[in-house]
């Protein structure tokens, strides 16, 4: 019978290594500032960048509270299944490989259906592409960790699982740059560079919902979502916000989700508008809104 693995085990056995890398990605992100401002390069903007900043600190404070819930959730369903995988150096690169098609698919329909686009959009809504850009994680997200629930229902380790999913998270940070142009090919071919990173988002129209890779871009190739660098991407999203507001930035799609919600005509068609695709969403004229 195989032991049960407590919360706290967990949280003393695998460090919070996002927690410890912040000081270091906030230093790297203002020197790629201060480079861009030295060579004159348009890669930031002030008030952009407070933006992203905020939404970042606010993400690693609630993350305090909320990731004791995210993997609550994961524990629990790693000790009901009565099966185990062995923790060695195979295992848990195979529970990482594993853990990014999950990440591939959670950031796929992510892009495909309204709530999760919600959970998503901040990420996507700024119109300036640096590695303060990797700080935009909405503080809603955490719904996301449905997509990792085979991880444990496959009987990987719950502290591997913490682990790997640190590591998929701190590689998405040097990928934001605009100053890597281009990685060696074999490795282009195997891992998300910040050229294909750049392209997924672009809002031209040949690099919508394409490159969906965390750490792996084989997934892409193999499932027909890859597209390479060919032009310059023009960032942001289609309904672009003209503001800095950075609970605004979080909460805007959740607002237009449930102001049509509350526009239709059956509780089966606001059904349909919450799981529906991002281009259903009407903006709604404030002389129709019921608020």
């Known amino acids: ?3 049960e693995i407590t919360l706290d085990s967990v949280v003393s056995s695998a460090p919070d290594l996002i927690l410890y890398a912040a000081p270091l990605m906030i230093g790297l992100a203002l020197l790629e500032f201060y480079y861009s401002w030295k060579t004159k390069r348009e890669w930031y903007e002030k008030k952009d960048f407070l933006t992203s900043l905020s939404i970042g600190l606010v993400y690693v404070l609630q993350g305090l509270v909320t990731k004791s819930i995210m993997f609550g959730l994961v524990l629990w369903v790693y000790n009901i299944v009565p099966w185990s995988i062995p923790t060695n150096w195979f295992t848990s690169i ?13 950031h796929r329909y992510g892009h ?6 919600a959970t998503h959009v901040t990420h996507h809504n700024s119109e300036k592409y640096n590695l303060s850009t990797s700080f935009r994680l909405s503080w809603t997200q955490q719904i996301k960790v449905i997509f990792f629930i085979p991880i444990s229902f496959l009987g990987f380790n719950p502290i591997v699982f913490f682990i790997c999913h640190q590591i998929a998270v701190l590689y998405q940070f040097w990928i934001h740059t605009e100053l890597i142009d281009r990685m060696p090919k074999w490795f282009s071919f195997l891992f998300v560079t910040p050229s294909h990173h750049r392209v997924h988002h672009g809002r031209n129209e040949q690099y919508l919902d394409k490159n ?8 892409d190739r193999l499932l027909g979502t890859f597209e390479p660098e060919r032009e310059k991407s023009i960032y942001g ?4 916000p003209k503001h800095f507001n950075p609970v605004k930035h979080v909460f805007h799609v959740w607002v237009d989700i449930f102001k049509n919600m509350r526009h239709a005509s059956s509780v089966r068609e606001a059904a349909r508008i919450f799981v529906g695709p991002p281009s259903s969403l009407k903006k709604i004229p404030k002389q129709q809104r019921r608020d």
């Not at 969906?212 to 997934?219: E, K, R, V």
């Open 94 to 106: 195979l529970c990482f490989v594993i853990l990014d098609f999950c990440r591939y698919w959670a």
């Open 112 to 117: 495909e259906i309204n709530f999760l686009w």
């Open 237 to 240: 999203i289609i309904d672009q």
């Open 1 to 3: 019978m195989k032991e």
């Open 212 to 219: 969906y890779g965390s750490t792996f871009i084989i997934w």
